[in-house]
């Protein structure tokens, strides 16, 4: 079975497409990115020589990291790390104290949470608290 330049390139970059999905240094996308393009170059005849295929794979690799990485990176971010704001405006009860720049607890739907001063107060058991955002596990809360 002899495979065709335009099957190897087209073979590399489904390597380095699953490579990515295994890795998530978004870095294989951009080298499954040139080796397509160069499968699909070949194909139509615009890239008859290996050296040809070797340099525009090169070419497309590097501009498509330096042009897109750092966008792609952005956009993973913001998607993997949105703004949870279901609790924000919601009244708990601090059970216990919550100091200026200190933890304290709060009871908030049947459940005990990790609870933070907004403006750095200390905020005593028993008190009602308006949750104002939520870092991670924890609540910031401010005294209603």
Known sequence: M?????????????IMLLAELVSVLLVFVFFAT?????????????????????????????ISLLILRKHARRLLERRSNPEYSEFVGETAMVIKDIPGNGEGKIYYRGAEWKALSSRHTTISAGSKVVIMKTEGITLVVEES
């Open 2 to 14: 002899d495979l065709s330049l335009p099957q190897i390139w087209l073979i590399v970059g489904l």
């Open 34 to 62: 040139g080796a397509l393009l160069t499968s699909l170059l070949t194909a139509i005849g615009l890239l008859p020589t290996t050296e040809s295929q070797i340099l525009a794979f090169s070419a497309i690799s590097l």
